[in-house]
Structure formats: structure tokens, C-alpha cells
């Protein structure tokens, strides 16, 4: 039995046209390669798309790739993910699914406040397959916390599990803090875990749960990943053997500078040491300043100069990260609260009472009420004007106007 196990493809990740198309050509090639080493089946453990409503343009590639392994009678199970479903649950996998190209794994029934699943059935393997799908903030926990695992564990023969969410005991220390389920809550006596959603390549085996995966996303969708993965990966499973299968679409260069005790010229010097007569083609280049300047302030770096000597090198693209960059003359609001809520309590009480206001003696209270109603995304079917519309109402309802 040969599969290929991917997660996290977040086809239309990037805003940039030129980085957004990165992640359809890495979905691509990862389909091509696994139709060369002539796999049985493929497994997609979650955001398959970035959005629940991806651009028309790739949705129309992945479907023709989608189709492509259907002709070659190559099926492709999947359980949504987190970026794969719009807040009502919505999704475009279940019109791929409608289609024929894909299956969805996540089936059963609830009964008496359990959840039961059924397995999906691999025709040409025999292969037994189900999981459970990710939710955004952890909400894919009341699934777990209510699942009976009695007749997934009794159930014989070659077992998959797929599940998109942060596993405690496979927590990098980097994310120590982020959100995780413990493996106890998966089945046990599985051949296969196929995780998703954390963004880590990794695998391990432990007692009663053999072969935990997390692949890690087929393209990086932000600067840190970039920095630290320096391209996309996804996993062959054959006849009891792993082989880490690495998709790189685009070499990455990265630039890291310590600016503590230095002015603004002496880090522009020492990116121009780094990077000066290179080649950067089909390349990205990373800058990453950090530190606190001598003098000076962040801002009189001239990035403008340095990104425009970069694509005359014809660097693919460029991008910088100064947000752990300071000087004695940037104030920088310090912060040791963790939660977001508690973040935005701090900032208020420190900038409470700066400007002037109708509304002064009520000020937290109108303002905490403006960020609520701010935070809130259009409705689905909801057009932007229409959308648009009701913000002003809101926010003029607030502030009685």
C-alpha cells in the first residue's frame, strides 16, 4: 500500500499575485509527483483552499488536478480544515465532493450526545479511513471530547486516522503556547495519524499510536515560515515506510541583522554586505532587522533603496520584518499580557484620555463597544455596500449621533 499524505495546501494564500500563485504551483507539482510514484490514494488532512470561497481562478486549476487524478483512478480523502470552511460551516469541498472528486472521511451520526464515526472504505486497498474535521479557535474539541472510540479501536485491519489540530505531546517550543489537544483524545491501535493544521514537519511514533504526522504546508504562507521551513513538504507512506517528499518552488535568502547600538546607516551597510553583487533570481529575499538603534529611528533605514538594488538583482520578490526593531527615540508600548483581549484592555488604559472627546466620561466603554462591532466580518451573501451600510449604522448607534 503507497499514499501520500498532504495538509495545509492553503491554495490563494499571499496577497501578492506573484506568492499567491506559488501555493497553486506547489499543489501541482505535490499531485504530479504522486501520480509518478504511482501512489494508491492521497490523503488531505485540511485547508485544502485558504478561504471557504477561493478565487474562481484556482479553484478551476484545482479542479482540473482534481479531475486529473480521478481519470487515473487515484481517489483523494480529505477532512476540512480550519481555512476550508466559512462560519456557518460551509465549504467548497462539498461541492468538489457532489462532483466525485473528492471524499470527505468525516462521516457519522450523533447519538446520545456521542459522536460515532463510520469508516470510509479505500476500494483498492481495503484501507479503513475517518477523522475528524478542524475548527478555527478549537471548537473541533467538542468533537473529540464526545467521540466514542470503542468501535474505531475494535475495528480490524489497515486504519487511518485524519485529524487537523495541534497535538500537546508534538508542540514545537515556539508554539508552546498555542492552543493543543492531547493525543489521548485520537483512537488508538491505528496504522496512520494524519495530522494537519499545525505548520511543522514532523513524525513519531508512540505507544498505541503508531506513525503521528504532520507533514507541514505544501508552500509557507508568511515571512517566519519562509524563514524557517524554506519550502513546502508532504509525506509518502509506502509498505510501512516514510519518505519526507520536499516541494521546493523557489529559493529563499534570508538576511538576519542585529541593529542594537547602531544607526540607521550602519544596518543599510550591513544588508548592502549580505546581499550586494548576487544573483537573486528566483529568489525571495528575507530581511529581518531587530535590536534597538543607537540613534535614530526605525523609519530612516532606507528599505526603499535597498528593496529597489534587490529586484534590479532579480530577486523574485523582497520583504522585510522590523517588528522587533526599536530605538531610543521609538516608544514602544510594553505589553507582558498574552490574550488578545487582554492586549487591547492595556493599550486602552494607557492611551485612555489623550484626545478629546464628547463622550469622555464613557470613553472605555464606547470604545471597547467601537472594536466589538468593528471586528465583525460581512455575513456571508452579504454585499460590501450592504455590509458597509451596517458598520455606519453601528458605529453611529455607538456614538449616538
Not at 465583525?376 to 455596500?385: N, Q
Amino acid at each position: 500500500m503507497k499514499f501520500a499524505h498532504m495538509a495545509d495546501c492553503h491554495i490563494g494564500a499571499w496577497r501578492d499575485p506573484k506568492l499567491k500563485d506559488l501555493s497553486m504551483q506547489a499543489f501541482i507539482k505535490a499531485v504530479d509527483i504522486s501520480i509518478k510514484r504511482k501512489v494508491d490514494f492521497i490523503l488531505i488532512s485540511g485547508d485544502l483552499f485558504n478561504t471557504s470561497m477561493p478565487p474562481i481562478e484556482y479553484l478551476k486549476e484545482t479542479t482540473k488536478k482534481l479531475k486529473e487524478l480521478n481519470e487515473k483512478d487515484i481517489p483523494v480523502y480529505i477532512i476540512p480544515g480550519s481555512h476550508d470552511q466559512s462560519p456557518s460551516g460551509k465549504t467548497m469541498l462539498d461541492v468538489l465532493e457532489e462532483a466525485g472528486l473528492l471524499i470527505n472521511v468525516f462521516k457519522g451520526r450523533v447519538e446520545q450526545e456521542r459522536l460515532i464515526l463510520d469508516f470510509t472504505l479505500d476500494k483498492k486497498t481495503g484501507a479503513k479511513i475517518t477523522g475528524v474535521l478542524g475548527k478555527r479557535g478549537m471548537l473541533d474539541r467538542k468533537f473529540y471530547e464526545h467521540l466514542t472510540k470503542a468501535n474505531l479501536e475494535r475495528a480490524q485491519g489497515m486504519k487511518i486516522f485524519m485529524f487537523h489540530t495541534a497535538l500537546t505531546e508534538l508542540k514545537p517550543k515556539e508554539m508552546e503556547k498555542m492552543d493543543s489537544n492531547p493525543l489521548s483524545f485520537l483512537p488508538k491501535g491505528f496504522e496512520y495519524y494524519a495530522g494537519g493544521h499545525v505548520h511543522i514537519v514532523k513524525n513519531k511514533t508512540f505507544e498505541s499510536y503508531k506513525n503521528v504526522v504532520f507533514p507541514g504546508p505544501l508552500m509557507p504562507v508568511n515571512f517566519a515560515e519562509l524563514e524557517k521551513l524554506r519550502r513546502g513538504s508532504f509525506y509518502i507512506y509506502n509498505h510501512g515506510k516514510l519518505e519526507m517528499i520536499p516541494i521546493e518552488m523557489i529559493k529563499v535568502y534570508p538576511v538576519q541583522i542585529d541593529a542594537n547600538n547602531r544607526t540607521p546607516e550602519e544596518v543599510y551597510e550591513m544588508i548592502e554586505q549580505f546581499t550586494k553583487a548576487k544573483d537573486f533570481s528566483d529568489t525571495i529575499v528575507l530581511i529581518r532587522v531587530s535590536g534597538k538603534l543607537k540613534v535614530g529611528h526605525p523609519n530612516d533605514i532606507n528599505f526603499k533603496e535597498i528593496f529597489k538594488n534587490l529586484y534590479a538583482q532579480r530577486a523574485f520578490f523582497v520583504m522585510k520584518s522590523t517588528s522587533k526593531l526599536t530605538s531610543e527615540e521609538f516608544e514602544e508600548i510594553k505589553i507582558s499580557s498574552s490574550s488578545v483581549e487582554e492586549v487591547e484592555n492595556a493599550i486602552m488604559k494607557e492611551h485612555l484620555g489623550q484626545i478629546k472627546t464628547s463622550f469622555s466620561d464613557k470613553e472605555e466603554e464606547i470604545t471597547r463597544k467601537l472594536i466589538k462591532t468593528l471586528s465583525e466580518e460581512k455575513h456571508e451573501g452579504e454585499k460590501v455596500y450592504e455590509y458597509e451600510e451596517r458598520m455606519k449604522k453601528e458605529i453611529e448607534k455607538i456614538l449616538e449621533l
